[in-house]
């Protein structure tokens, strides 16, 4: 489904507005305007069409994305010490809110988690691989929609990675380095590495050097050296894997490489590229692997090569969302 020429942006936001509308108890006024607006324009009807179908389409993933902006905006809340109990109504308000962000926002490829994420970090990307240089001199090289917060002001170096990934090759100072991510850290003994954020913990594989990992506070430390990786979710550790680093970090140079990986995984990296969204909605798809070197510039022609492989269907909506089923 390729979204009509015909269809200007102006009749993309129209058609939203109307749709938010009609989905919230419109007068009989409200009804015979939207008629009168249906009827006047072919690519009135037909940007009304693919606004419901996106509408239809985002329910279940936008449902998703407002339980994680609840737990981030109630999160918020309690730092900003504020009341914390709200109508029970809210969690349905922030669902309906979210497709309307799935719909209006997706053009910037930017959720409000993101946007929560982002109020204490210190450095940001979006849709493209970027290097900074830290206070010591030492340097990060962020992943494509991925964000840290920088504090060397007590005694020690401290990078939190809020979002995404990042790559880190560390200045010796004689000061501690430690990055933190979803509960754990990764020491720095000397190296260059990547610590990589994942559902409920994060992974860390190294380059060169060595890296201490500890899960969760109270957890032993695990040391990494060139070419092992680690991961740990829930505050536990996985066991440690020999990896080729070199691929596995070729993103840095935009190569996205797998072995036996989740197609869901593929699709999450190729979406941080993308300036739109693309929504996996089908799980048994999801867990098919996939092996290979693909660009990160180019994700829709990633899709097409998977698409003749593997047989699954592509939807294009509204020009900024891509549904894979």
């Known amino acids: 489904m390729k979204p009509n020429c015909d269809i200007s942006a ?17 007068s009989a006024g409200d009804q015979a305007t939207f008629s009168h607006w249906l009827q006047a324009d072919p690519a009135h009807a037909q940007a009304y069409a693919q606004a419901q179908v996106l509408w239809e389409l985002s329910e279940a993933p936008a449902r998703r994305l407002a339980e994680e902006d609840d737990a981030a905006l109630q999160a918020l809340l309690q730092a900003m010490d ?53 206070a010591d001199n030492s340097e990060v090289t962020l992943d494509a929609d991925s964000a840290i917060a920088v504090d060397f002001d007590h005694g020690q170096r401290h990078v939190e990675l809020r979002r ?20 754990g850290e990764a ?43 680690l991961a740990y979710s829930h505050g536990l550790a996985a066991p440690l894997r020999q990896v080729d680093s070199d691929a596995q970090l070729a993103w840095r140079q935009g190569w996205l490489s797998y072995y036996q990986a989740p197609l869901a995984e593929v699709v999450a990296d190729l979406a941080r590229h993308y300036p739109g969204r693309i929504l996996l909605l089908n799980d048994q798809l999801a867990a098919r692997k996939v092996s290979g070197s693909f660009p990160s510039s180019d994700p829709q022609a990633v899709l097409d090569s998977l698409q003749k492989v593997m047989g699954f269907e592509q939807d294009h909506v509204l020009g900024r969302l891509i549904v894979l089923r």
């Open 10 to 26: 102006e009749h993309e936001r129209q058609a939203l507005a109307w749709l938010s509308l009609l989905h919230d108890k419109p």
């Open 187 to 229: 020491q720095v003994l000397g190296t260059q590495f990547e610590v990589r954020r994942q559902a409920a913990g994060a992974q860390v594989t190294v380059l060169s050097g060595r890296v201490g990992v500890t899960p969760s506070p109270g957890q032993p430390q695990t040391v990494l050296t060139a070419g092992q990786q």
């Open 82 to 134: 504020r009341p914390r109990r709200r109508p029970a109504r809210f969690a349905a308000a922030l669902a309906m809110a979210a497709c309307l962000v799935l719909m209006v926002g997706m053009g910037a490829g930017v959720r409000p988690i993101d946007w929560l994420q982002d109020l204490g970090a210190d450095y940001v990307s979006r849709g493209d691989v970027r290097t900074v240089t830290l």
């Open 164 to 183: 995404g990934a990042a790559f880190f090759h560390v200045t010796h100072t004689g000061e501690p380095f430690v990055v933190s991510a979803n509960g």
